[in-house]
């Protein structure tokens, strides 16, 4: 039986196969978790959440949404009142209710929905920003 000659050194192989294992992990890590944030309260008659993931840019008056990156999402729910506001790979944002109903402009209901986790969203935001008083 023949010996079969390395024409790698060992320790350059080594290197060569954590180098690779690093590349590959890293790769791994940039597509598989997305910052996401969620929000949660509840008392004897109200139970809320909010939930939000990517760039999501509101309005002056805090009343709406100006922008939000591809990808991007928010959820609130109150109580049995849903809405869910996302947007696609393009660029478009749509607004869906509880009961399926999918626009792209808030009705009223929506819309009151929308303030309400607006402000929620906004007050921690305002949070994390301050600093940590001693």
């Known amino acids: 039986m023949k010996k079969s000659?390395?024409?790698?050194?060992p320790g350059t192989l080594i290197t060569i196969m954590v180098a690779g294992v690093m590349l590959a992990t890293s790769l791994t890590s940039c597509h598989t978790e997305k910052n996401t944030t969620t929000i949660s309260m509840s008392t004897d008659n109200v139970s809320m959440k909010v939930q939000y993931s990517g760039l999501i840019t509101f309005n002056t008056d805090k009343t709406g949404?100006?922008?939000?990156s591809p990808g991007s999402y928010l959820k609130y729910k109150k109580n049995s009142d849903k809405l869910m506001v996302k947007c696609d790979a393009?660029?478009?944002i749509t607004y869906e209710l509880y009961d399926g109903s999918i626009s792209t402009q808030p009705n009223d209901q929506s819309r009151?929905?929308?303030i309400d986790a607006i402000k929620i969203v906004s007050n921690e935001q305002a949070k994390q920003k301050s600093p940590v008083k001693s």
């Open 90 to 92: 393009n660029g478009n």
């Open 5 to 9: 000659k390395l024409l790698i050194d």
């Open 65 to 68: 949404i100006r922008s939000m």
């Open 112 to 114: 009151q929905l929308l």
